[in-house]
């Protein structure tokens, strides 16, 4: 195969892991019930100016399955974390004690489980329609090699290669489903 189709094999699997990236941490924000330092991942805080990731203004902590302790490094940031949280709006309400920040996490009710499933498909098939296209970009790349004189049956292979690299990563992405799903309806 020419430099050309590997180029292009190697950016549509880069892109689709890329979108396997994306699709954990959007899922990693559905929280399965038990509280997990992982939950705040997306939370960013203004601190003195820039925008940095909760974890690096704070040590998080979870003693129990239902809560979270957030301990910052700087006792002044309380309130912009408090903020952060709420405005990441991942349904909790953040407390503190002058010290640290508390988070508790509610025990999930069948429906609201039901919802965060729900809301997991829909992830999951975003994440689907991303390899989706991703394949689509690829294909109309190798019909660009194409015209540039390779064969019709090396051009054929790359684009079976391109579909077998779809197939895989969206049975990944199926896999990571099954997971998701399973550890929000454990009670």
């Not at 498909?121 to 975003?126: D, G």
């Amino acid at each position: 195969m020419n430099d050309d189709i590997l180029f292009c094999l190697d950016i549509t699997k880069e892109q689709m892991e890329e979108s396997i990236d994306h699709l954990e941490l959007n899922l990693s924000k559905i929280r399965a019930g038990k509280a997990s330092p992982q939950m705040l991942r997306a939370v960013k805080v203004d601190y003195y100016g820039s925008i940095t990731p909760l974890s690096q203004t704070a040590n998080i902590s979870t003693p129990d399955s239902q809560t979270i302790i957030i301990q910052p490094f700087d006792k002044t940031i309380i309130p912009l974390i408090e903020q952060a949280i709420l405005d990441a709006q991942l349904g909790f309400n953040p407390s503190n004690n002058g010290e640290k920040v508390i988070i508790n996490v509610p025990s999930l009710t069948e429906e609201r489980r039901i919802d965060l499933v729900r809301q997991a498909k829909t992830e999951i098939e975003k994440s689907k329609i991303s390899c989706r296209n991703i394949r689509q970009k690829s294909n109309d790349e190798l019909k660009k090699i194409s015209k540039e004189g390779v064969s019709e049956d090396v051009i054929r292979e790359a684009e079976e290669k391109v579909q077998s690299i779809t197939n895989n990563f969206t049975s990944k992405i199926d896999d990571i489903f099954i997971l998701k799903e399973s550890d929000i309806m454990r009670v």
